[in-house]
């Protein structure tokens, strides 16, 4: 008996530590208004984006739900409209996987749409394969398609007052690094058929996202648009993670994808952290980060060499 209370204990004690450091969740409690505002968010049919999107739709903002899939994106538009009473959300075909497709998304959006208030680089994914354009596709969708989607709509941000970009990072940029040689001679960071190669491949699409947030606040600089990249936390992702831990104890640990979207909301609307662009935010909070994602010089390199591939020089 006593050591089924002991492993008991052991137990409580390790879920308790998890839930109050890893698995940690907050929430955002600003009540900014977004009437007259338009966003953009990627991968707004699903997940965190999803929720992303139903919060900003009821604070008033106009939304464009960025997706590459038209029927999942109409579905969560019907949802989005249902819960909230908004009538102004619309969707816009946008594959990240596609640089023409980033192109064309970004033509469409600026000859039909006269503002943009914010955008949230927000889709990703885990996987294996290869992008349209030959890139692997953890760093084509993740990073790159992103990369070249706010280069191109950067001017009209600025046209705004007080334009923010929020990137959806990971605390897996920890374990990420870039064999720049790597990914000029192969188009990818990492590739393979295996659920840990692919994963590693993600933790470096990671960094690069943290590191693009880092250098595109220092171009940003004297400008009215500030940029944050974010970790929502670990999010719940059925699809994902039922590979890798069984699904009820994964819903005792992981966050759902609404308290997963708590620190992109705060850096979508909280007011006065303009002072912050370029930091990384956990839990509603900026948090430092590790050398490796703040390194000036990889992150103009990654800037430079993302120009390079994305075809803007």
């Known amino acids: ?27 955002f409690n600003g009540n900014a208004a977004m009437a007259g505002k ?10 965190i984006g999803k929720a992303t999107a139903l919060e900003l739709a009821r604070r008033g903002a106009r939304v464009i739900m960025a997706c590459r899939n038209q029927e999942k994106a109409e579905l969560a538009i019907s949802d989005i409209k249902r819960e909230t009473g908004s009538t102004d959300v619309v969707y816009m075909q946008l594959d990240l996987g596609s640089l023409q497709a980033v192109r ?3 033509e469409t959006f600026l000859k039909t749409e006269a503002r943009l208030d914010l ?3 927000n889709a990703g994914l885990v996987a294996d394969g290869r992008t349209a354009d030959g890139f692997g596709i953890e760093f084509g969708v993740n990073h790159l398609g ?3 989607l706010t280069c191109l709509l950067l001017d ?6 007080g334009g923010r970009v929020v990137t959806l990072g990971s605390m897996a940029y920890r374990w990420g690094n870039i064999d720049f040689d790597a990914l000029i001679t192969n188009k ?17 699409s990671k960094l690069c996202n943290v590191l693009f947030n880092h250098e595109l606040a220092k171009r940003l600089k004297g400008t009215n648009v500030t940029c944050y990249s974010v970790h929502p936390g670990w999010v719940f992702v059925f699809l994902l993670w039922q590979r890798f831990i069984i699904e009820p104890i994964a819903r005792l640990l992981f966050l759902d994808p609404e308290s997963g979207a708590q620190t992109t909301l705060h850096c979508a609307l909280q007011e006065g952290i303009e002072p912050l662009s370029g930091r990384y935010f956990f839990c509603c909070a900026p948090q430092d980060v590790v050398a490796k994602g703040k390194d000036d010089a990889v992150a103009k390199k990654l800037w430079e060499v993302s120009e390079r591939l994305s075809g803007l020089f």
Request: hydrophobic content about 45%; charged content about 10%; proline content about 1%.
């Open 1 to 27: 008996m006593l050591p089924l209370l002991v492993a008991t204990g052991v137990v409580v004690a390790v879920y308790i530590l998890l839930v109050k450091t890893i698995f940690k969740s907050s929430k």
């Open 38 to 47: 338009t966003v953009i968010v990627t991968g707004g049919n699903t997940g």
């Open 104 to 106: 064309s998304f970004t």
């Open 119 to 121: 955008l949230i680089n």
């Open 146 to 148: 992103h990369f070249l």
């Open 156 to 161: 009209r941000l600025k046209e705004g007052t």
């Open 188 to 204: 990818h960071l990492g590739t393979g058929r295996y659920s840990w190669q692919f994963f590693h491949a993600y933790c470096n």
